[in-house]
């Protein structure tokens, strides 16, 4: 999900189904690569893929949101916190933002 062409791909994908073709035609690179950043999507949880005949179409798998959601609620809050200890830390210290303002 780091990638922006991976993100802006969910994004198209949000609420509907594509094929490789009508993904890729949003994106000024090959078809090919558009498949290879779908197979990561795909094999992270984060679309599906079905076959119609000889398509595949490809959408966002919701499960797969939450299992990133959770990971995120676990991390972020941890980082978050340990952020605020050390900016509250060099506050103390007379290292904080106000002393570098002035």
Known sequence: MAQP????ILR????RELT?????AHFPVSQPAISQHLKVLRE???VTERREGTRRLYRVRPEGFSDV???LAEVVPAGLERLKHAAEEDERRGRGYAARRN
Do not use: I
């Not at 062409?5 to 802006?8: C, D, I, L, Q, Y």
């Open 44 to 46: 992270s949880g984060l």
């Open 20 to 24: 490789v073709g009508g993904v890729a």
């Open 12 to 15: 198209l994908l949000g609420g």
């Open 5 to 8: 062409t991976r993100r802006e």
């Open 69 to 71: 959601n959770g990971f």
